[in-house]
């Protein structure tokens, strides 16, 4: 995520961008967790104590909305992924953990041609094996 870059398409859209909405960006920068919307609020709050868990989930909607996350759904809850350039996932089905997969490591064939997508692979992590 280049955070410059975000917030220029948060100015463009007619955002302000406030102590908290910056927190939610400075959090989500280089995190390669897929972290949750609580996750993002409890590590958030402990910069700004004031934010709300509606302040967060409107920004993570906003920051989807300029194409700046992916929101994925993970095990009956939503991820957040600041990594929104072409790539796959591999989850763990016994404890969640979603790890990034370059794109280039995979290679789809539909109809006899490569397609561009996201697919996700299912298998235990090294904590859960």
Same mark, same amino acid.
């Given at each position: 995520m280049n955070v410059a870059l975000v917030e220029e398409k948060l100015r463009t859209a007619g955002c302000t961008l406030t102590p908290q909405r910056r927190a939610v960006l400075r959090f989500l920068d280089g995190n390669l967790d897929h972290p949750t919307a609580g996750e993002i609020f409890e590590a958030v709050t402990k910069d700004f104590p004031i934010t709300s868990r509606a302040t967060v989930y409107n920004t993570l909607a906003l920051l989807e909305e300029v194409g700046a996350v992916k929101a994925l759904p993970v095990q009956g809850e939503t991820r957040y992924d600041p990594n929104v350039d072409a790539h796959h996932h591999l989850s763990c089905p016994s404890c969640g953990r979603l790890d990034d997969v370059p794109a280039e490591a995979v %290679? #789809? /064939? /539909?109809?006899?041609?490569? %397609? #561009?997508?996201?697919v996700r692979f299912t298998a235990r992590c090294p904590a859960c094996s």
């Open positions: %290679t #789809v /064939l /539909l109809h006899g041609s490569p %397609t #561009v997508g996201e």
